[in-house]
């Protein structure tokens, strides 16, 4: 799921992006925020939001939304800024942040597609070094070093992390594409994270916490081959 933001003090302006950005990612799964103060948006970060694409008004009254997108944005590698404004004068200054386009208002339609398409496609070359779990009060990015391993209860994923435990409403399924290949399908209902495992024995992991994973049966041949080529690439 992609999590985007629009801050700009003007409503108008923003009903016309939310319509823009919801038409371009019709057939896409999106989450939209939008945001009249970067006060509102700071809130939002520190409550847990982690946009992936920021479409950043400048000029936000009294505020400057490029030393805004400077100071939160710095602990998000992948977020990708569109800057927006009304004032041909800061064409200069948006490079003082990585972003990856600078709109003049008023925005053309047309414009801001490809505003949106190139966002979309710088996201889609970054290698993810982290899974987006979605809780019933937060959106968590944990970091797939993090994750000891996933597992499934009824409706329910439960991804177990080095500090906390995170439940959502998924199926392994849904984070199958997103896990790298040193997370194996032990069993139908757990995905384990093999930088955890110390030992595999007949017919589970063990994890350097004593953790027991169990291997179904069905699974076992190829979850030793996997691990066995996990070992070998670390040797």
């Known amino acids: 799921m992609l999590n985007i933001v629009i801050c700009?003090?003007?409503?108008?302006?923003?009903?016309?992006?939310?319509?823009?950005?919801l038409d371009h990612f019709s057939h896409r799964n999106i989450q939209l925020y939008t945001f009249s103060s970067v006060h509102t948006l700071s809130n939002a970060l520190q409550q847990g939001l982690q946009p992936d694409i920021a479409i950043m008004d400048?000029?936000?009254?009294?505020?400057?939304?490029?030393?805004?997108?400077?100071?939160?944005f710095s602990s998000l590698p992948q977020i990708q800024v569109i800057f927006i404004t009304g004032y041909i004068e800061y064409c200069?200054?948006?490079?003082?942040?990585?972003?990856v386009?600078?709109?003049?208002?008023?925005?053309?339609?047309?414009?801001?597609?490809r505003a949106l398409?190139?966002?979309?496609?710088?996201l889609d070359s970054?290698?993810?070094?982290?899974?987006?779990?979605?809780?019933?009060?937060?959106?968590?990015?944990?970091?797939?070093?993090?994750?000891?391993?996933l597992e499934s209860q009824g409706r329910k994923v439960i991804v177990h992390c080095r500090d906390e435990t995170l439940t959502c409403y998924a199926t392994l399924a849904s984070f199958t594409p997103a896990l790298p290949p040193h997370f194996v399908h032990c069993h139908k209902s757990f995905f384990v994270n093999l930088e955890f495992v110390q030992k595999m024995e007949f017919r589970q992991f063990i994890l350097d916490t004593n953790e027991e994973i169990p291997i179904s049966q069905s699974k076992r041949v190829q979850t030793k081959q996997l691990f066995l080529a996990y070992l070998s690439r670390q040797s």
């Open 8 to 21: 700009d003090d003007d409503i108008t302006i923003i009903q016309y992006l939310r319509k823009l950005v």
């Open 58 to 72: 400048i000029v936000l009254g009294e505020d400057d939304g490029i030393q805004f997108s400077l100071q939160q």
């Open 92 to 99: 200069s200054s948006v490079y003082e942040v990585e972003h």
């Open 101 to 113: 386009y600078f709109l003049l208002k008023p925005i053309h339609p047309a414009a801001f597609q």
């Open 117 to 122: 398409e190139k966002a979309f496609c710088a």
């Open 126 to 149: 970054i290698p993810q070094k982290s899974l987006t779990i979605q809780t019933k009060s937060r959106i968590h990015r944990v970091p797939f070093r993090a994750i000891r391993y």
